[in-house]
């Protein structure tokens, strides 16, 4: 059972450059959440998806797009790659339980570096 | 605007000691409460998971929710080094599909 898979796990790419990172998670969750992380910034969200068929904007969603492809998979592409992007990604997946939401499991996260 | 506050730390505390790690959070109909430990270079993965109020143990962590006070804390008995990370509290407001994550407290548990 491998939980939430990311892949690429380190990429570096130019300026302008484009690129789609992926994940899938075999848990049957119904939400999933695509994340930055940045020294003394925490964890941001970018965009989220509560349920198959759906996607919404988090909290700094500029410069990205996703795809909930199914159930199972939900991609983030960078279209023109900045600098300011240089980050670590981690795509999540949850599951609504009755009146509350159970806990996010991550996936390995993928390292982006753009020069 | 609903917030998760953490203190950045680091929390230092010697091997053996108990950790006291807190979390604020701004909303009294919060449902559901997280810790999550985040080791150097690694994912955040789920510690603890809290719904009520009162304590709750697994191990050598308690979970302690006061609804009323609006915190929640991670106590870890028997500091190891092994512990030493980041601990992320995570809150789903009520109503919403996102948690909310605090930055994070560094623990730092010396031999």
């Known amino acids: 059972n491998a939980g939430v898979t990311q892949t690429p796990k380190f990429q570096v790419l130019k300026t302008g450059q484009s690129m789609t990172l992926q994940c899938a998670q075999d848990?049957?969750?119904?939400?999933m959440y695509w994340y930055r992380q940045d020294p003394g910034m925490g964890l941001r969200l970018i965009y989220y998806?509560?349920?198959?068929?759906?996607?919404d904007k988090g909290e700094v969603p500029n410069g990205y797009n996703v795809s909930r492809l199914n159930k199972r998979e939900f991609s983030l592409r960078l279209e023109s790659a900045a600098p300011s992007q240089t980050s670590v990604y981690f795509c999540?997946?949850?599951?609504?339980?009755?009146?509350?939401?159970?806990?996010?499991?991550f996936g390995d996260g993928t390292r982006l570096s753009i020069l | 605007q609903k917030e998760v506050e953490q203190n950045s730390g680091p929390l230092s505390v010697p091997e053996g000691a108990i950790a006291s790690l807190n979390c604020t959070y701004s909303d009294r109909g919060s449902q559901s409460f997280f810790w999550y430990r985040q080791y150097s270079g690694k994912s955040p993965e789920l510690i603890m998971s809290?719904?009520?109020?009162g304590d709750k143990e697994d191990g050598r962590f308690t979970a302690q929710l006061n609804k009323a006070s609006q915190y929640v804390s991670l106590l870890i008995r028997d500091s190891q080094p092994s512990d030493s990370a980041t601990y992320l509290c995570?809150?789903?407001?009520?109503?919403?599909?996102?948690?909310?994550f605090g930055r994070g407290t560094s623990l730092i548990v010396h031999p």
């Open positions: 999540a997946s949850s599951e609504a339980v009755g009146t509350g939401y159970q806990p996010q499991h």
């Open positions: 809290i719904y009520s109020n």
């Open positions: 848990m049957n969750h119904n939400s």
């Open positions: 995570a809150i789903y407001y009520r109503g919403s599909y996102i948690p909310t």
């Open positions: 998806s509560a349920s198959e068929g759906t996607t």
